[in-house]
């Protein structure tokens, strides 16, 4: 069986990448995760990928909204405008839900939008939550696997 | 007062009423017996009346044409009308007896004129054409009004509107700078200030969780900091929910209170024996309002109620509604510990915490954002209380009429 596919982590807090990081290990989520810094990184990473098909699109994109170079939104805005990765699942995982924002993001395309929250039961509950889409939902990902695969 | 020098071809018109009956007039048949009585008219009249041929010969001026020119009747009488017309309006005359001579008439032609002093003034002319016992057009009678203070007030408030505007233009700009710098605020606010607050508590429950067991001692400690982090995070939210409430749109349409009530107390376990002993009583009736908004405020209301209780007393809670003409109160009774009669006032405002509350949890925010949410919906808040009898809270709504 071949391994879990990769989450795709894009947050420049080191705390709560760590935060994340425990609170999917307490889950137990089998995805290994990726760490990437901001929104310049997540593009150069989708551009790596790209120039190497053999290496799998992540299951999964949580990416903070407030990031240095380009934030979570400009980097939305460019993996939708790539056809290649139009269909890769993306959720916000932003400190705050700013009406504008929500909207905006979802304008863009993204596929769902989690609030930081302030403790760590609650942080563990969306660590149970993102494990559970991984584990229940259909990409097209899925699709596209299988039939390259 | 009769002129020096009668131009052979020119009646004297009606002049003064001193005069009556005036010298007898050519271009008046003279068995129309009400001659005399039209003249002393024409004379008496405010406008300046003057007739001209078809050559815009002068041949007869009122006192109104004396008062508003500035010219007698002897200084005017078989001169040419051009006489009036300053020097860029020169052309205005052909175009006049043009249309004259075609028997047309020219209504409230608002142009200008000069006086006999130079002054110019603005007029508002009427012109029509006279005919002789065939038909045929042999002058014109020319009526004009000076409307110079008319004019200028005309101006002068158009001049006062527009500016006006501009102001009114000017202050919403910045009205909307200022909003937009709030905006920036509250964001920044939201971002930067619960940053580090979700990190302190974050990492207290950290340790907690995994060193806890090593130091029970200090668990306590660490607990009343995640609490505090804790609360802190709640106000920050709670100001910038205040916040949005001046700014987000909230349509307004019929909703039953009934159900927003039902659903609140539905939610929460601690709205249920042993906890708490709320009852709604009958059922409320229907209001105006808007159903996110309203919800925030009853929760509030009856979170407050529940709250504000002796130590040891299990909170009893009344909600019921009545409708009064076209507003409808709903009231939310408790047995809590009170407000007395002094502070009644500073209860609805942000960040008013009683000294009586401290010791209950709070950020000072709820009831402010009940007053300002209740507001918006057209309604108004108050508070019936005294210290030790428990307190009703209220809100009135507008009802729905059938």
């Known amino acids: 069986m071949k391994d879990a596919a990769l989450l795709l982590l894009a947050e420049d807090d080191e705390l709560d990448v760590m935060l994340l990081r425990r609170a999917l290990k307490s889950v137990e989520l089998p995805n290994p995760v990726e760490v990437v810094h901001d929104g310049q990184e997540v593009m150069e990473f989708f551009q790596q990928r790209l120039t190497q098909p053999d290496l799998p699109l992540p299951a999964l994109v949580v990416m903070d909204l407030k990031m240095p170079r380009r934030d979570g939104l400009q980097a939305l805005e460019w993996i939708r405008s790539r056809v290649e990765l139009r269909a890769v ?55 596209l696997g299988s039939r390259v695969g | 007062m009769l002129p020096a020098s009668t131009p052979a071809d020119g009646p004297t018109g009606p002049r003064s009423a001193e005069h009556l009956p005036p010298m007898p007039d050519p271009s008046i048949p003279s068995h129309l017996p009400t001659a005399a009585f039209l003249a002393a008219i024409i004379d008496g009249s405010d406008d300046a009346i003057v007739t001209k041929n078809l050559q815009g010969i002068v041949t007869s001026w009122n006192r109104g044409a004396e008062r508003v020119f500035g010219y007698r009747p002897e200084e005017m009488i078989g001169r040419p009308i051009l006489t009036l017309l300053p020097p860029d309006r020169q052309d205005e005359e052909k175009h006049i007896l043009a249309r004259l001579q075609r028997g047309e008439r020219v209504e409230h032609f608002e142009t200008r004129r000069v006086r006999k002093d130079g002054r110019l ?14 038909g045929a057009v042999i002058g014109a009678s020319k009526i004009a009004r000076d409307v110079t203070e008319l004019k200028q007030a005309r101006d002068r408030l158009q001049r006062h ?28 606010l ?38 505090s982090a804790a609360r802190l995070d709640r106000l920050i939210r709670d100001v910038l929910s205040f ?3 001046s ?48 919800t925030q405020c009853l929760a509030n209301l009856i979170d407050n109620a529940v709250k504000f209780v002796s130590p040891g007393v299990t909170p009893v809670v009344r ?10 109160r709903i009231s939310v009774r408790d047995n809590g510990i009170g407000i007395d009669q002094q502070n009644r006032q500073r209860l609805f405002e942000i960040f008013q915490r009683l000294p009586s509350s401290s010791g209950y949890e709070g950020t000072g925010v709820g009831l402010a954002i009940v007053r300002k949410a209740v507001a918006r919906m057209n309604g108004t808040v108050g508070v019936d209380s005294a210290p030790g009898l428990g307190s009703t ?10």
């Open chain 2, 121 to 134: 003034i603005e007029v508002s002319l009427t012109i029509s054409p006279i005919r002789d016992a065939n």
């Open chain 2, 319 to 328: 909600i019921f509604g009545e409708r009064t003409g076209d507003r409808v």
């Open chain 2, 190 to 227: 939201s971002h930067d200030m619960r940053a580090p607050l979700r990190a302190i508590q974050s990492l207290t429950e950290i340790v907690v969780e995994d060193y806890g067991e090593r130091f029970p001692e200090g668990v306590p400690l660490l607990k009343r900091v995640i609490g």
């Open chain 2, 247 to 294: 700014r987000t749109d909230i349509p307004l349409a019929a909703l039953s209170a009934d159900a927003v009530v039902r659903d609140i107390l539905r939610e929460r376990p601690e709205y249920h024996p042993p906890h708490a002993d709320i009852v709604v009583e009958g059922e409320l009736p229907p209001v105006i309002g808007h159903n996110a908004s309203l």
């Open chain 2, 161 to 188: 509107a527009a500016e006006l505007e501009l102001k009114v233009r000017e202050r919403t700009a910045r009205l909307e700078e200022s909003l937009a710098e709030l905006e920036a605020f509250s964001y920044s």
């Open chain 2, 393 to 402: 809270f209220w809100l009135e709504l507008p009802a729905v009429t059938p």
């Open chain 2, 243 to 245: 916040a949005q409430l």
């Open chain 1, 89 to 143: 699942p993306v959720v916000i995982f932003s400190s705050s839900a700013h009406r504008h924002e929500v909207r905006k993001a979802y304008e863009l395309g993204a596929n769902a939008f989690l609030v930081k929250p302030p403790s760590l039961g609650e942080r563990a509950e969306i660590a149970r939550f993102l494990k559970d889409w991984l584990r229940l939902n259909r990409t097209a990902l899925d699709e």
